[in-house]
């Protein structure tokens, strides 16, 4: 999973501020997953994408959270006014292709630990 | 609703001890995974189970999935300082989609 490059690791807002978080997926994946985890709790499913297509975003919040994962560049989280809530670890996963049965597998970033203040 | 609820959610034993860590659910899952995560670092893969009653070995951890595929457990012998971290289990939402509900997880500290 060291493949998943996330960046930055930490981030400091202010409330009010915009969080832009990236995530560049293994090489030849081209499905991102974005996760929330707050602390002491498992990890929540936010966002599916495929290049330049957002497939399933049931888990996003519908405002200040959009995602995007364009045909050249890395895939962005962004979170527009930031409260204290949104405070959180957010991890990013890629996968090669659509998993068939038995083949479920998602390698994970590091993550970026976005402190709200 | 899909969840997946994991037993004991903290866990302190000595090195050389046995343990267990459950995770259950309600619903069917096609596959389970168990991953172990640590602090500041992404959750990383121990193994995924795909047949109900199947049962998987890497090294001291046996990972057994039930025979309806809603629980699985994972076994840990003789553990050590090493096996520190947070253990998490994970089912796809639908079969073939890497859309993971996650177990609340069970947080493992081996004292030497």
């Known amino acids: 999973n060291a493949g998943v490059m996330q960046n930055p690791r930490h981030l400091v807002r202010r409330r009010g501020q915009e969080a832009r978080l990236r995530c560049s997926p293994m090489?030849?994946?081209?499905?991102v997953y974005w996760y929330r985890q707050l602390p002491e709790e498992g990890l929540k499913f936010m966002v599916y994408?495929?290049?330049?297509?957002?497939?399933?975003e049931s888990g996003m919040p519908k405002e200040r959270f959009s995602a995007e994962f364009p045909k050249e560049g890395p895939s962005i989280l962004r979170i527009q006014q930031v409260v204290r809530g949104d405070s959180a670890a957010y991890f990013c996963?890629?996968?090669?292709?659509?998993?068939?049965?038995?083949?479920?597998?998602?390698?994970f970033g590091q993550g970026t630990r976005l402190t709200v203040v | 609703t899909q969840l997946l609820e994991q037993s004991p959610q903290f866990l302190s034993i000595q090195e050389g001890e046995n343990l267990t860590v459950y995770c259950n659910s309600s619903?069917?899952?096609?596959?389970l995974q168990w991953y172990r995560q640590e602090p500041g670092e992404g959750p990383v893969l121990l193994v995924t189970?795909?047949?109900?009653?199947e049962v998987k070995k890497l090294k001291r951890l046996t990972f057994q999935f039930g025979d309806a595929r809603k629980d699985s457990s994972l076994h840990i012998t003789a553990a050590q300082p090493g096996d520190t971290g947070l253990y998490l289990c994970?089912?796809?939402?639908?079969?073939?989609?890497?859309?993971?509900?996650f177990g609340t997880g069970t947080r493992l500290k081996v004292l030497a």
């Open positions: 619903s069917v899952f096609s596959s």
């Open positions: 994408l495929q290049k330049e297509n957002i497939i399933d």
């Open positions: 996963a890629s996968s090669p292709q659509i998993g068939g049965q038995g083949n479920t597998e998602a390698f």
């Open positions: 994970a089912g796809p939402y639908t079969s073939g989609t890497y859309k993971y509900i």
């Open positions: 189970v795909v047949t109900g009653g």
């Open positions: 090489k030849g994946h081209s499905h």
